[in-house]
């Protein structure tokens, strides 16, 4: 029995069960994220961005004393367009840089931190900060009334539809949201 070669090994090889070496070669990846690893519901990840979302919303209005609600009265674009495209710019760049900053700070905004969520490579290392500028850049569409139900059912299917609840966003930067507390602790160092 030992003279031939088996087709089925009962050791895995570097780490990698034989369900995950399948399931790669199947989708022609690389799948390397660490042995038990939970991967993020759609539920938790849409949670987590909402908390976001109104974090950062409810201390613009503030700042702005409430102002910042011209960005959705199409009133203020008709007559006046120059203080809706200066809140709009002022909504977008504070969305960006609290995402960009939290990412960069904690490896997670606050509302993945509430959530127990982080964000790794597939790898399971550490995100790099050029992939943050790309998170937080695209993030930005679901601020966008309307657009943003759309965008958001269609990342919500292609979460559930995968194996690896990535959206499109997190195949195209590499990336994966998972538990916090799944990841072994050498790859959680990093997270805050």
Not at 27 to 48: C, D, K, M, Q
Not at 62 to 68: C, G, P
Request: net charge positive; aromatic share 8%; charged share 15%.
């Amino acid at each position: 029995m030992i003279d031939h070669d088996s087709p089925i090994s009962l050791t895995p090889v570097s780490g990698v069960t034989l369900a995950k070496s399948i399931v790669s070669e199947q989708e022609n990846e690389h799948w390397n994220l660490p042995e038990g690893t939970i991967l993020a519901s759609g539920v938790r990840r849409g949670t987590s961005l909402i908390i976001d979302i109104v974090i950062v919303t409810t201390l613009l209005m503030l700042a702005t004393r409430w102002e910042l609600l011209h960005v959705w009265v199409i009133e203020t674009w008709k007559t006046q367009p120059q203080y809706s495209l200066a809140y709009t710019f002022v909504l977008l760049a504070s969305h960006w840089l609290y995402w960009r900053i939290t990412g960069l700070w904690y490896s997670r905004s606050l509302g993945q931190k509430m959530m127990g969520l982080a964000i790794v490579c597939t790898d399971g290392s550490a995100v790099t900060s050029e992939m943050w500028d790309r998170r937080a850049i695209r993030k930005l569409i679901y601020l966008v009334p309307l657009v943003n139900v759309a965008v958001a059912a269609y990342e919500v299917a292609r979460i559930f539809q995968r194996h690896t609840h990535q959206t499109n966003l997190d195949l195209k930067i590499g990336t994966i949201v998972a538990h916090a507390n799944s990841l072994p602790p050498a790859n959680r160092k990093h997270i805050r």
